[in-house]
């Protein structure tokens, strides 16, 4: 009897457990996730393709806090679209540490990020004083923390962009003297 009331426990956990998760779709568009897949082997032209997904993410959230008719549920809406950049950016922040793990030269796309990030910060820190509006209280609770957390995110991106690039600025000019006194002992 105590073994079925064990098995039966552990069932209604099971059940519990998978019904209480929250299954997130992927923040990106199939057409996104084809043009991602098609620069994968260019890591400038991949990076500046995330960076393009972050700013669409931000624009639609400007674009619905906008909206002088505040739509049912814009709360979760604006929480769901900074989960999505929050993603985005983690993502793009492990194509950094991939490309620089493989020694591949993407000072371009490091400096296009690096200007990015000035501009996440500022528009997120802007949404973050915002929820401080009385007028906005009820609905912002609903995605305060999911400011936070994408505040997070681009700080720890930007820290590590900027980290990476004099290591890449270093090897670039590196190999170029290397290829220039190549050149002259011929």
């Known amino acids: 009897m105590r073994r079925r009331g064990a098995v039966a426990f552990a069932l ?17 568009t199939p057409a996104e996730t084809d043009a991602l897949r098609e620069a994968s082997m260019d890591p400038n032209a991949k990076l500046s393709l995330y960076v393009k997904y972050a700013r669409a993410r931000l624009a639609a959230i400007e674009q619905l806090r906008s ?12 929480h769901d679209l900074l989960a999505d950049f929050r993603t985005i950016v983690d993502e793009m922040d ?22 990015a990030d000035g501009e996440f910060q500022s528009k997120l820190q802007a949404l973050k004083e915002s929820t401080r509006d009385p007028a906005v209280a009820a609905e912002a609770k609903e995605y305060e923390f999911a400011v936070l957390d994408a505040i997070d995110a681009v700080d720890g991106d930007l820290e590590n962009v900027k980290d990476l690039l004099p290591q890449q600025e270093k090897t670039a000019a590196e190999a170029a003297a290397r290829a220039k006194a190549k050149g002259k002992s011929k």
């Open 12 to 28: 209604c956990a099971v059940v519990i457990a998978a019904a209480g998760q929250v299954h997130r779709l992927d923040p990106l």
């Open 67 to 78: 909206d002088s008719h505040a739509p049912q549920g814009r709360g979760r809406k604006l």
């Open 94 to 115: 492990r194509n950094v540490d991939s490309f620089a793990d493989q020694k591949l030269d993407f000072r371009k796309a490091l400096k296009e990020i690096i200007q």
